[in-house]
């Protein structure tokens, strides 16, 4: 059974820092790509950031590229999204998802992590 459990949410002011984590069960980590998507109130929901479990291509959206930052820790199956110089339009909850390398789906999700950013 995949279990996907982030953390680290809150609330901070404009220009401050969170790291959220996501802690992967039940994969076998090799063959799965990690990614954080986010949605915010009456917004889709978009895309963040990617990394694999092994070497491979690590991907960030435009729109917080230079301020985020994705990495991982295979030894505690932990992803980590590392978010800096934050801003209100930042706001949103955030999920930690993974798919399988061969696929472009990504079919297991997190219950979801609530990150507001005051002005």
């Known amino acids: 059974q995949v279990q996907l459990v982030e953390s680290g949410g809150g609330l901070v002011q404009a220009g401050g820092s969170l790291r959220l984590s996501c802690t992967a069960s039940?994969?076998?980590?090799?063959?799965?790509?990690m990614g954080w998507f986010r949605q915010a109130p009456g917004k889709e929901r978009e895309f963040v950031a990617t990394?694999?479990?092994?070497?491979?291509?690590?991907g960030i959206a435009d729109s917080v590229k230079g301020r985020f930052t994705i990495s991982r820790n295979n030894a505690k199956n932990t992803v980590y999204l590392q978010m800096n110089s934050l801003k209100p339009e930042d706001t949103a909850v955030y999920y930690c998802a993974s798919r399988l390398r061969s696929s472009g789906s990504y079919n297991y999700w997190g219950q979801g992590t609530q990150v507001t950013v005051s002005s």
């Open positions: 039940g994969l076998t980590l090799s063959t799965y790509v």
């Open positions: 990394i694999p479990w092994s070497d491979g291509h690590v």
